[in-house]
C-alpha cells in the first residue's frame, strides 16, 4: 500500500490484506472473459445513468467483459454513453394505458421476456439487478423470474434500489441464497426491515445488544444468512454471523449514482472471487472458500468510498456520479497496487 494511501484502522489494514489475495495478478496465459463476465439488469425508459454507472465501474475496476441489460429505449441511449459496454435490450416495461400500441404477448409475457436473459446466465459470472429498474411491474416479475434461475445455478447477484422491493415481495427467492449481496441505503434498509421482521418488532436492538451492528446482523440471520451491505456512514457488512465495518472516509457529496459505483465495484470482486475459486493462478489457497463474498464486498465497499473521498476532493459539491467512476482505477492502484496477490501490504 502506497505511502499516500488513506489512513485506516488496523482492522481494515488487515482486511483489505485479504482482499488483495483475490486480485489476479496480470499474466499472459488469461484469455478473454476468465477474469470477470459481468451483466447489470436494469435501465428503463426513465433511468439510464444508473446502469452505465453500475457497468462502467466493474470495467474500469477490471472485469473483462461488462454487460447492459435493459429496455430497448435506454439501450439506444446507453450505447451512445461508451462503445466499451455490450448492450443487451432484452428488457420490456409494461405497456402505457395511454399508448396506442398494441405489443405483442412476448412483449408483456415476464415468462417469455426472462427467457432470453436467462439463456444468457451460463455465460456470465455475476449479475447486478437494480440500477435504475424502477417499480413497473413487469421488470419487477421479470427480475424475479431470473433471480429464481440465477440461484439454481447459484450465481453471485448483487441487488439494489428498486430490485431491494423483490426481496420484501418475494422473500422465498433469497432466504438461505448465500451467494446474494444486497446493498441498501438508510432508507432501503429501513422498508427491508419492516417488511421482513416479524410483527411487533420496531427494529431496536435488545437491552442486552445495543451494538450498531445488530440490525444488520438480525435482518441478514431473517433472510438465512445472505449477505447485506448497509450503507451509512460507515459500511456495515454482515452475513448475519460474521460482522465487518469499512471505517474509510468517504466523501462529503451525496449526489445520486454513487451506489451504482458499489453495485459495479462488488461485482467485479465476485467475478474475481470466481477465477480464485477456480485456481486460475497460484495463489497458495490462503482464504476460506466461506470468507470470499463477504472479502468481496469489503473490497467494492473501500473501492467506493475512496472514490468517493477523492472525487470530493477535486469536485467539492459539483461532485456527480461520473466523477466517482473516473477515480476507480486509481483508488484500485491506491489501496492494492498492481503487485502480486500474496505481497504484503
Not at 448483487?158 to 432466504?175: G, H, K, M, N, Q
Not at 411487533?200 to 445472505?226: F, I, M, W, Y
Amino acid at each position: 500500500m502506497s505511502a499516500e494511501s488513506p489512513e485506516m484502522s488496523a482492522a481494515t489494514k488487515d482486511i483489505l490484506g485479504k482482499v488483495r489475495q483475490m486480485v489476479p495478478p496480470m499474466l499472459a496465459k488469461f484469455h478473454k472473459g476468465q477474469l470477470g463476465r459481468i451483466a447489470v439488469i436494469g435501465g428503463s425508459e426513465d433511468y439510464t445513468g444508473a446502469p452505465y454507472f453500475s457497468a462502467m465501474a466493474s470495467a474500469r475496476l477490471g472485469c473483462d467483459m461488462s454487460h447492459v441489460i435493459c429496455t430497448p429505449g435506454a439501450g439506444a441511449v446507453i450505447k451512445t454513453y461508451s462503445p466499451n459496454l455490450m448492450v443487451h435490450p432484452l428488457m420490456r416495461q409494461s405497456p402505457s394505458p395511454s399508448s396506442n400500441d398494441c405489443p405483442s404477448p412476448e412483449d408483456t409475457d415476464p415468462e417469455k421476456v426472462s427467457s432470453e436473459i436467462i439463456d444468457m446466465l451460463g455465460r456470465l459470472h455475476v449479475l447486478v439487478i437494480g440500477p435504475g429498474l424502477g417499480r413497473d411491474p413487469l421488470m419487477q416479475e421479470t427480475c424475479a423470474k431470473v433471480l429464481a434461475a440465477a440461484r439454481e445455478q447459484k450465481m453471485p447477484v448483487v441487488l439494489d434500489a428498486d430490485a431491494l422491493a423483490i426481496v420484501t415481495t418475494r422473500p422465498e427467492l433469497f432466504v438461505g441464497w448465500q451467494e446474494v449481496v444486497l446493498t441498501p441505503n438508510v432508507v432501503e434498509f429501513g422498508r427491508l426491515w419492516k417488511g421482513l421482521k416479524p410483527d411487533g418488532d420496531n427494529g431496536e436492538a435488545g437491552d442486552s445488544d445495543k451494538s450498531p451492528t445488530a440490525k444488520v446482523e438480525a435482518l441478514s440471520r431473517a433472510l438465512g444468512g445472505v449477505t447485506i451491505v448497509q450503507k451509512g456512514g460507515h459500511d456495515m457488512i454482515s452475513n448475519g454471523d460474521h460482522t465487518m465495518i469499512v471505517d474509510l472516509e468517504g466523501g462529503l457529496k451525496r449526489s445520486g449514482g454513487q451506489g451504482d459505483t458499489l453495485t459495479g465495484s462488488i461485482a467485479t470482486f465476485l467475478g474475481w472471487r470466481q477465477a480464485y475459486l477456480e485456481g486460475l493462478w497460484d495463489h497458495g489457497n490462503k482464504l476460506e472458500s466461506k470468507e470470499l463474498l463477504g472479502l468481496a464486498a469489503f473490497g467494492g465497499s473501500a473501492i467506493t468510498r475512496l472514490c468517493s473521498r477523492n472525487a470530493f476532493k477535486k469536485k467539492g459539491r459539483s461532485l456527480q456520479a461520473s466523477d466517482l467512476t473516473d477515480e476507480v482505477h486509481p483508488s484500485f492502484l491506491e489501496l492494492f497496487g498492481e503487485d502480486e496477490p500474496d505481497a504484503k501490504l
